[in-house]
């Protein structure tokens, strides 16, 4: 299943998922090399919830990122398109409620959470402005919006290595952990089809987005970036 065959059709992402979902975090946490832990702390903190903030987690997958935030204080609802993913996370004991979205046609009313943030799955949206568009709609004046996802590393030697590992060596590492190894090859593709950080951040502006910022995490492997709603 390459970037081409699959051209990000939803019900194909979807599928995707649903059959890798036992072991995605694990190969998740093989393509950051070890460093989603520390990532996921980052993009707590970027969101800086206090205690009773409603933070949409979009693309939620298994619920870690939206467990992080739970014990952070907030009130989490995870969305996700892939129902294997939201079941893995069930039987893992998430401690919050799933709900089955398409993050182009987000199921929630105006203004309907402090927060939102997407982990490493707005380059999986078919239509990506369109998911942030949503995110900014079901977001109240005032309220954050936060990305988290795969970028491009700032140093050209480091970015040719990160290149070579990302198409050779994780599509080899899942072919040893994976029953679906098909699947890591799209992600290595759709990481490498990104756009940079400071295309994003054009993303968000276009939306209306105030003090849009974007931070570096390991040399530009991801990059999080923040914007907030107009209003109060």
């Known amino acids: 299943m390459s970037r081409a065959d699959l051209d990000k059709k939803p019900y194909d992402v979807a599928g995707m998922f649903d059959a890798v979902a036992r072991r995605y975090d694990l190969m998740n946490d093989v393509a950051a090399m070890g460093q989603v832990s520390m990532w996921r702390d980052q993009m707590v903190e970027s969101l800086a919830v206090s205690e009773g903030d409603t933070?949409?987690?979009?693309?939620?997958?298994?619920?870690?990122?939206?467990?992080?935030?739970?014990?952070?204080?907030?009130?989490?609802?995870?969305?996700?398109?892939?129902?294997?993913?939201?079941?893995?996370?069930?039987?893992?004991?998430?401690?919050?409620?799933?709900?089955?979205?398409?993050?182009?046609?987000l199921p929630f009313l105006d203004d309907s959470f402090d927060a939102a943030v997407i982990s490493f799955g707005l380059r999986n949206v078919h239509d990506p402005r369109m998911g942030l568009q949503e995110m900014v709609r079901v977001v109240r004046?005032?309220?954050?919006?936060?990305?988290?996802?795969?970028?491009?590393?700032?140093?050209?030697?480091?970015?040719?290595?990160?290149?070579?590992?990302?198409?050779?060596?994780?599509?080899?590492?899942?072919?040893?952990?994976?029953?679906?190894?098909?699947?890591?090859?799209?992600?290595a593709e759709s990481i490498l089809d990104w756009p940079g950080q400071t295309e994003l951040r054009s993303w968000f502006l276009e939306l209306g987005l105030e003090h849009c910022?974007?931070?570096?995490?390991?040399?530009?492997?991801?990059?999080?970036?923040?914007?907030?709603?107009?209003?109060?």
């Open 213 to 232: 910022q974007y931070r570096n995490l390991s040399g530009g492997i991801v990059a999080l970036h923040r914007g907030y709603v107009p209003g109060d």
């Open 55 to 105: 933070v949409l987690d979009l693309a939620a997958g298994t619920g870690t990122s939206s467990a992080a935030l739970a014990r952070a204080g907030a009130r989490v609802v995870a969305a996700d398109f892939s129902l294997g993913m939201m079941t893995e996370g069930r039987r893992r004991g998430a401690p919050v409620p799933f709900v089955g979205a398409d993050a182009q046609h």
């Open 141 to 187: 004046p005032g309220g954050t919006v936060v990305v988290c996802e795969f970028s491009t590393p700032t140093n050209s030697l480091f970015r040719t290595v990160y290149e070579r590992y990302l198409l050779r060596a994780l599509p080899a590492a899942a072919r040893g952990l994976s029953s679906n190894s098909d699947a890591y090859d799209y992600l």
